[in-house]
């Protein structure tokens, strides 16, 4: 069993930024890719960034492709979600999510970016 516990979100001004952890605990994490997602209100969930096991591989949606950085230090079961520019489209509950023979996610943590 695998438990994620995602935090760091919060209310920032447009242009700010912010950091999001996710803390893992239970079985290893530290040979699985981990990924980032987000769910605005009234929106389907959607994919933010991801990172391989070795944190040597990136990938990220176009959305926020030079703006957010994904991180991840395998010692401390810890993924990271450096988000910068910070968009009022940014705006959503955001997950981060283990992949594996069964999927894990985080209960969410809220990001409210205003005008």
């Known amino acids: 069993q695998v438990q994620l516990v995602e935090s760091g979100g919060g209310l920032v001004q447009e242009g700010g930024s912010l950091r999001l952890s996710c803390a893992s605990s239970?079985?290893?994490?530290?040979?699985?890719?981990m990924e980032w997602f987000r769910q605005a209100p009234g929106k389907e969930r959607e994919f933010v960034a991801g990172?391989?096991?070795?944190?040597?591989?990136?990938f990220y949606a176009d959305s926020v492709k030079g703006r957010f950085t994904i991180a991840r230090d395998n010692a401390k079961n810890t993924l990271y979600l450096q988000m910068n520019s910070l968009k009022p489209e940014d705006t959503a509950v955001y997950y981060c999510k283990r992949n594996g023979v069964v999927d894990y996610w985080g209960q969410g943590t809220q990001v409210t970016v205003s005008s």
């Open positions: 990172i391989t096991w070795s944190g040597t591989g990136t």
């Open positions: 239970g079985r290893t994490v530290s040979n699985s890719k």
